[in-house]
């Protein structure tokens, strides 16, 4: 078992930034992805940005350049730097773990995905 928490999520303005965080505890394992997943209303659930234990990455084309994904092994701690924030950018942040053989670019489809943290909501207001 896997349980992740999600926090640093917020109201910021077009332009600013926020720093998402995602504690991991229980069994991770030595091979695996981790990746950030939202969900605005009224939307299905996307793939934002993945990572696998070797911190290699992956992201959506909507958030490239400005959003980076990075993890602190020691405090198995997965983190989202998000900058130069946009209105579209509100949703619902998720964190996910997939158990997995390793893999050079982890995969943005929530389906694959095993565990789930609650969830960090960002607004970013124009």
């Known amino acids: 078992q896997v349980q992740l928490v999600e926090s640093g999520g917020g109201s910021v303005q077009a332009g600013g930034s926020l720093r998402l965080s995602c504690a991991a505890s229980?069994?991770?394992?030595?091979?695996?992805?981790m990746a950030w997943f939202r969900q605005a209303p009224g939307n299905e659930r996307e793939g934002v940005a993945s990572?696998?234990?070797?911190?290699?990455?992956n992201y959506a084309d909507s958030v490239k350049g400005r959003f980076t994904i990075s993890q602190d092994n020691a405090k198995n701690t997965l983190y989202l730097q998000m900058n130069s924030l946009k209105p579209e950018d509100t949703a619902m942040y998720y964190c996910?773990?997939?158990?997995?053989?390793?893999?050079?670019?982890?995969?943005?489809?929530?389906?694959?995905?095993?565990?789930w943290g609650q969830g960090t909501h960002v607004t970013v207001s124009s």
């Open positions: 996910g773990y997939l158990r997995a053989s390793w893999v050079p670019r982890c995969p943005l489809v929530p389906a694959q995905y095993n565990y």
């Open positions: 229980g069994y991770i394992g030595r091979t695996y992805c």
């Open positions: 990572i696998n234990a070797d911190r290699g990455t």
